[in-house]
């Protein structure tokens, strides 16, 4: 079956360092989300990316999908403190499928 | 608008009991996904549905659990003689009508189950 993996399980770094997680696919994608999780939260969307190479931002954030679909990544320059969560991607497989894998995400600890 | 509204947020029960989780999805959603998060997991699918429809139920575990969405009133995922494997988050995910390409899922606050 479909496995999405990312990398790095967990992360710390100094506030203001940058961060980067990555997800990868074993199958190619029709599209991938990135999702939020606070500690004792819900998972909250983040954005959405559909085309081959598509990179997005959002602030210090940045999104990038793979030119073959089957990876993705979230940049983060210059960390805060409000960064602090797990970081999920979820990919969808075919355009018709209604289901996304999500990944196991990446905890971001972020030191004042 | 409301968000996705989830009850009870903690629910415990003793082993072999039952657990009924509730789920409430956005105004005008009519696709709801739930979802078991262990405690430092990712999130694992367990069911799809729509309006009095079971769409996927690929990732439910046969025994024990079953899911609803009947065309009045909230989803409901419930789950028969629970024992401590139960123990988890779940997450109930809404939608609106789904497109061609992908769309965003509106997460709850969760129902944090936990089985003594």
């Known amino acids: 079956g479909q496995q999405v993996m990312q990398i790095p399980q967990y992360q710390h770094v100094q506030e203001g360092e940058d961060f980067t997680t990555y997800c990868n696919s074993s199958t190619t994608l029709s599209n991938i989300q990135w999702y939020k999780q606070r500690p004792g939260g819900h998972p909250v969307f983040l954005i959405q990316?559909?085309?081959?190479?598509e990179v997005k931002k959002q602030k210090r954030l940045t999104f990038q999908f793979g030119e073959a679909k089957k990876n993705s990544s979230l940049h983060i320059t210059a960390t805060q403190t409000t960064d602090v969560g797990t970081y999920f991607c979820a990919g969808r497989v075919g355009n018709y499928g209604q289901n996304f894998v999500f990944g196991p995400g990446t905890r971001l600890s972020v030191l004042p | 608008n409301a968000g996705v509204m989830q009850n009870p947020r903690h629910l415990v029960r003793r082993r072999g009991q039952e657990a009924r989780l509730r789920c409430s999805p956005m105004?005008?959603?009519?696709?709801v996904y739930w979802y078991r998060q262990l405690p430092e997991e990712g999130l694992k699918f367990m069911v799809y549905l729509q309006k009095e429809n079971i769409i996927d139920e690929s990732g439910m575990p046969k025994e024990r659990f079953s899911a609803e969405f009947p065309k009045e009133g909230p989803s409901i995922l419930r789950i028969q003689q629970v024992v401590r494997g139960d123990s988890a988050a779940y997450f109930c995910?809404?939608?609106?009508?789904?497109?061609?390409?992908?769309?965003?899922?509106?997460f709850g606050p969760g129902t944090r189950l936990t089985v003594t």
């Open positions: 105004k005008g959603h009519s696709h």
């Open positions: 990316l559909v085309k081959s190479g």
């Open positions: 995910a809404s939608s609106p009508l789904a497109v061609r390409v992908g769309y965003e899922q509106y």
